[in-house]
């Protein structure tokens, strides 16, 4: 009796070595979509552009912090500057579930903060926020 399929070809191979030729050409795929996508992200140093109104948002909207500390070391509470004294009485009162949130000038120096968390421990409080703004 004749066989209706003819035996596969192995041309001498072994099943491992044909299946690393079967997978060169994907490899090969991948790598040129990887230099693809390398080229692509490269074309443009420019930015996206900015979204009508966002900057301006951006820049009206205050921190939502209970103390504010000025570049020059000044505090503030709801906007007003206070002192050492009139600062405690001002804060809210020192709560480990709602840590106190300060937001505080970039250029504020390690020393005027120091001495702000200094008054602060006196007054009670443990737990403090120190808000940040995202980098640019």
């Known amino acids: 009796m ?19 030729d079967a997978l060169l ?4 795929l991948v790598f040129l979509l990887l230099i693809f996508f390398i080229v692509a992200g490269q074309l443009t ?16 909207r205050a921190p939502e912090a209970d103390l504010m500390v000025a570049a ?3 505090w503030k509470v709801q906007g ?8 405690l009485a001002a804060l809210p009162q020192p709560d480990d579930n709602n840590p106190l ?6 250029s504020l120096t390690m020393s005027d ?3 702000l968390l200094s008054v602060l421990e006196q ?14």
């Open 45 to 60: 140093n420019e930015p996206l552009p900015e979204l009508p109104g966002a900057a301006r948002q951006q820049q009206e």
């Open 25 to 28: 050409p994907l490899i090969n």
């Open 123 to 136: 007054g009670g409080y443990t737990e403090v926020l120190l808000l940040t703004e995202p980098g640019q």
């Open 101 to 106: 949130r300060i937001a505080a000038d970039q």
């Open 2 to 20: 004749t066989e209706l399929v003819p035996p596969p070809s192995t041309s001498g191979k072994g099943l491992l070595d044909r299946v690393e």
């Open 80 to 87: 007003k500057v206070l002192g050492e004294e009139q600062l």
């Open 72 to 74: 020059d070391g000044q």
């Open 113 to 115: 903060l120091e001495a």
